[in-house]
């Protein structure tokens, strides 16, 4: 329950059912029989298990893909903390109507559903295809106020979970695009793992060093000023967080409730994730890092979150692209458990040993 | 020029083209233009570069792709180096053709043709779809005797080139076969760069500390009763080589030669290139390094080749596994390259800075 004015507003979290055991365990058992050395898949087996035991079903596949990109805009940018003018929010959201931007290539190429949310860019664009989720034309810039109020941070969360229980799709790839939100996340993070500005900012979408330091400064000061609740992850959100964070951070609890693949993208989508990760300690079961992103502070909330990233290219962008490149990894995951032959129905020989002592 | 007995056999390098620099630089300059954050697609942008680079044309795609999986058997699994018997080498043949293995599954995920090519498996296979290119039912045990003659060597690494001269793909795949194969490609590998078998000899199929110890032994005796000439990588090959490394050597070169992309998968593939490298100096600008095997080995080559892996999921069951799962990442950055809006097209601002200063 969140204070602000006159208006109490409730944050009404979705029950995330367990991990189905039964169905992990049989895909681990056919993993076994595959005419293959023992674990010689790698990390494809333990997509393969995992991705099973959250879809509870021995044989998992992923059949319908959604790539989610929220967007907002920032107040912090008048802080001189991005690269970019902060049009640019508004001028690459149509750019994903238009099909131009790095997410709408790979959702071509992964045969990806596209979705894009209105979470508060600073110039509402019209336009049907769009999701409606707009909390305001941007923060405020949370170096000198909060960034919202823990009703609207709240709210926000609340329209992601409610989104997230409409959608249809067995895997959900969770980007974003706002201007200056490289900031934000970063400040989040700090806030909720208790690191410094130092630990946890970069380049974003590419600032020198000078911009660096700024970023830093403008971080900690932010901290300091506003000295949010860590252990209350909608005041930190409230306080130094970022619309579309929010409403990711929404989109990740409502997926895991409705038992969907949650994957996970860079530093902005990896800080929601962590917001989801304290609200509702059991959604981490459903997340799977795409990447590694070369953000700094992306490192340190995946060893939180308890996430090994399928890929590592040093991408930096953002949008969703590095958790969408994971998806063949888990296509392949999911066919290879289910399309190889066993050893008995290729009959192909066991292992020296195996086959004298009787291990199937 | 080898010596064998009576007969002389000459190999017969074709020429590796340079890389065209022209393209290259374009789809540099064309990265540049598109709406991103300079350089924040990481690898794929070097990849996409590379691409260019090796196709000749700005704008890259690789439309047909082939995975070669060359099968051999070697005499060295008397010696009790691997954890499947001999006789699994020819059921795995069976298990390509009926399309049971897991690089039958990658191949159908994405849309690669899949050719099986019998380099020498003890027992011969009849059926038309495998490409004969036997060399001898299995290679002598290098533990006593060299694993092959100079000129059966020479012969092998020739009928790959041919190979390769024949085939019609943008794309090739290296993947092999063979039970006892890790054990000849570390042999080769030590020989090649100067290394002792404790430091490329990992666990192959699977054996255990004992049995790896058993390889390194076979291995550091091999190259010292042999002494292989490292420069001359013919002489290894027919000293502690393998059919099937042979021919992938020559199917490497051949490649380069068409200007046809060549993808590395694991230990006995990454060999197999060390050697092409060796006798095509060139041969390494045609290669991508698929994945980062978990053999310790392969690391080794890799850096001599000055080859960075695409992916690192811990697989270590070659086939060419490891080397088509990057195929959707190649594919991603010639995508991306050629269908993401320009700035302009999108009507993006630029940096701060460099619009003012005319940087485009």
Redesign the interface.
Known sequence: VHLSGQIQVTLVLPEIPPIDAAARDAARARLDQ???????????ESLAERLAGIQGRSLPRIDRRLIVVAAADHGVTAQSV????A??TT??V??FL?????V???A???GAELRVIDAGVRERIEDPRIVDLRMGPGTADFSAAPAMTAATATRAVQAGIDFAGEIDADAVVCGEMGIGNSTAAAAVAAALLGLRAADVVGP???VDLEGMARKRRVVDAALALHRPDASDAVDVLAKVGGFEIAVLSGVVIGCAAARRVVLVDGLISTAAALVASRLSPASPDYMIAGHLS?EPGQPHILRDLGLTP????????GEG?GAA?AL??L??AC??LS???TFD?????????DAAAGIE
Do not use: H, I, W
């Open positions: 595959l005419t293959k050395p023992r674990d010689s898949l790698g990390r494809l991005s690269a970019y003018p049009e640019v001028q690459m149509r750019n238009d099909g131009g931007a790095a709408c290539v790979l071509r190429q992964f974003g979408t590419g070369t399928v890929l590592d290219l040093e991408l930096r962008l692209t490149l063949p990894s296509d392949a066919r290879l399309e190889m032959a129905e290729a009959a192909v020989s066991r292992r020296q040993g």
